[in-house]
């Protein structure tokens, strides 16, 4: 499993990529993670995180400035994981 970004992560199977969320711990200490969405590809994942968290901002916001102020932050933090991953894919390993 991958983390993300803050409570987000990425898991996968044989059959599907999955977006978890962070949900506590149990009585033991253990993380407990949900199953937010199930996906074909790592980028529909990205894409699911993305608008998760434009949803929890729009939610805890009360004007249009501060939403769009982070909404570009979110933006360019899915924009740089995604430009990662297409370096990797292309050969390079730059960080």
Same mark, same amino acid.
């Given at each position: 499993?991958?983390? #993300? *970004?803050?409570? &987000? &992560? #990425? @898991?996968?199977?044989? *059959? ?7 949900? =506590?711990? @149990?009585?033991? =200490?253990?993380?407990? *993670?949900?199953?937010?969405? &199930?996906? $074909? $590809?790592? &980028? /529909?994942? #990205? @894409?699911?995180?993305?608008? %998760?968290?434009? +949803? /929890?901002?729009?939610? $805890?916001?009360?004007? %249009?400035?501060? !939403? %769009?102020?982070?909404? +570009?932050?979110?933006? @360019?933090?899915?924009?740089? !994981? %995604?430009?990662?991953?297409?370096? #990797?894919?292309?050969? =390079?390993?730059?960080?």
């Amino acid at each position: 499993m991958i983390k #993300i *970004y803050d409570k &987000y &992560y #990425i @898991d996968s199977d044989k *059959y599907s990529y999955q977006v978890m969320k962070e949900q =506590g711990t @149990d009585k033991n =200490g253990n993380t407990i *993670y949900k199953a937010i969405s &199930y996906h $074909n $590809n790592f &980028y /529909e994942c #990205i @894409d699911k995180i993305l608008t %998760l968290k434009q +949803r /929890e901002v729009v939610a $805890n916001c009360s004007d %249009l400035k501060t !939403v %769009l102020f982070e909404f +570009r932050m979110l933006n @360019d933090e899915m924009q740089s !994981v %995604l430009n990662q991953i297409k370096n #990797i894919e292309s050969g =390079g390993m730059k960080k």
